[in-house]
Structures are given as C-alpha cells and as structure tokens.
C-alpha cells in the first residue's frame, strides 16, 4: 500500500456524510425491517425482541452491502483509503511483536515495515486530529529512522519483500 497526500476537509466532509447515512439508513432499515416482520408474522401481541434484533442485523448486512459496492466511487475514495489504512496499521500491529524483534537484529524488511507503521500512523493522526499520542509516535519515528540509516547502508534496498 502507498501512502496517498488526503485532503483532510474533503475527507472529513465525505466521513461525516457517509456516516450520517449509514446511521440514517440503520434506523430506518432496522424499523422498516422488523416492523414488517412483526406485521406478517405475528399477531402483534407480547414482546418481539428477536425480531427486532433481526431487523437491526438485516439492516446491517444491507448496509455493509452497500458499503461494499460503492467503495471505489470517487465520493468515497477518500473514506476507503483512511479504511484500508486503518486495516494496514492494525495488521502491523498484531504483528509487531515479531517485527520489533527483527528490528532490533537490523533486518532491513522489518524497519522498513516500522517505517512505513510510522509515516502511516502520522498521517492518520493527522486527518483523524489525534493529536494527544503523536508526540510519543514522532519520537519512535526517529529512533526507527536512525536505526534505517545505519542499517540501509549495510543492505541494498533491493532485497525488500513482503515477509510481515
């Protein structure tokens, strides 16, 4: 994944939308759904907590549906982007136990990889105004880039693969 510049009023803009459609959608869908479950399929009497639940989880499929077909529309180019990289930072995440590991032996792949974790955090960050944990991010940022320095000149970039 390449980190892509966002603007971050339009992405701001287009998350506020694609979420206040999303809730709207989910109340509308999850009455309209178990209201007429209730309707066809009961006599209207006693409590119909299942079915209400089933509405809210139909409309919830319906919408990650949705979701799911309209992610490559450039109104949501941005939101999908900030997505996909929240899913990168995760997955690097549950995995950094092993990469600080390779990181601490100099494997070029590793600080590569923490490179990318940082400059990725930082921009998320930014576009999401996090701004209470990035002093602690800049600091491991620049002792990653130190150690990337000292390591790239032992090793030719070239051997870079995606073990992590």
């Not at 792949?109 to 930014?126: G, H, P, R, S, W």
């Not at 000149?153 to 693969?161: C, D």
């Amino acid at each position: 994944m390449k980190l892509l510049t966002i603007d971050k009023q339009t992405y701001r803009k287009h998350l506020n939308v694609v979420i206040a459609i999303c809730v709207v959608s989910l109340a509308v869908l999850s009455l309209l759904i178990s209201q007429s479950a209730i309707y066809f399929f009961t006599d209207r009497e006693g409590s119909h907590f299942w079915l209400n639940v089933m509405g809210v989880a139909v409309a919830m499929m319906l919408i990650g549906t949705a979701l799911k077909k309209v992610n490559q529309h450039a109104y949501m180019r941005e939101v999908y982007y900030v997505w996909k990289l929240k899913q990168q930072i995760n997955y690097i995440y549950r995995k950094s136990r092993k990469i600080d590991a390779a990181v601490a032996e100099n494997n070029v792949d590793a600080i590569t990889v923490m490179n990318f974790y940082y400059k990725a955090c930082e921009q998320l960050y930014t576009l999401d105004d996090n701004t209470i944990t990035i002093n602690s991010l800049t600091k491991n940022q620049m002792n990653c880039r130190k150690k990337s320095n000292r390591s790239i000149s032992k090793f030719p970039l070239k051997t870079i693969n995606s073990r992590y």
